[in-house]
């Protein structure tokens, strides 16, 4: 069973995806604009086009067994992944493509830095729906079905990914009551 803590960081890797250009115009503005503005038609509009990006995305095959090592190797590595909180998710590849310490985990792989991102928030996307499938789901897109049934498929391998993307130790992930 996963942790609350790995759903919530799940759950808020999908959220930061959907937030990131509102986050951002709204970082520009002074705090009393922000409780009265809504976001933009522009914003909402981005917001949405990310999301349904990664929704409609098809994971590979072989999704676990190229990404669960690399993610393993970041993890080990201790490279932290880019603060991106305010970014769109092509903003997120190009912040990706342009760390160093990252291109010769994922070169290995035989992965770009987009199908790296892609795959990991399509996967990130899809596990926290599946888990949360009531939550908001007016405004989410509909996810891509292979995927679904990809991670149903490899549900061991599903859980293994989530607790690497947790971070925290293994301590951590199977102390009672996470």
Do not use: W
Not at 117 to 125: N, S
Not at 155 to 164: G, M
């Amino acid at each position: 069973m996963i942790s609350s803590f790995v759903r919530k960081a799940l759950l808020a890797t999908t959220c930061v995806l959907a937030l990131a250009p509102l986050s951002a115009a709204m970082a520009q503005q002074p705090t009393q604009q922000m409780t009265q503005q809504a976001p933009s038609a522009a914003q909402q509009a981005a917001i949405q086009h990310d999301m349904e990006t990664v929704a409609r995305y098809k994971l590979p095959k072989d999704f676990f067994t190229r990404m669960t090592p690399v993610m393993e190797q970041i993890r080990n590595s201790r490279i932290s992944p880019p603060e991106t909180p305010n970014m769109s998710l092509e903003d997120t590849i190009k912040r990706t493509e342009a760390m160093p310490q990252l291109q010769p985990i994922l070169k290995q792989a035989g992965m770009t830095p987009r199908e790296f991102v892609m795959g990991i928030t399509t996967f990130g996307m899809t596990a926290a729906v599946m888990q949360h499938p009531a939550q908001d789901s007016r405004s989410m897109p509909a996810l891509n079905p292979d995927n679904v049934s990809l991670l149903k498929s490899h549900a061991a391998q599903t859980q293994a990914l989530i607790q690497i993307m947790g971070g925290g130790d293994s301590q951590q992930q199977q102390a009672p009551g996470r």
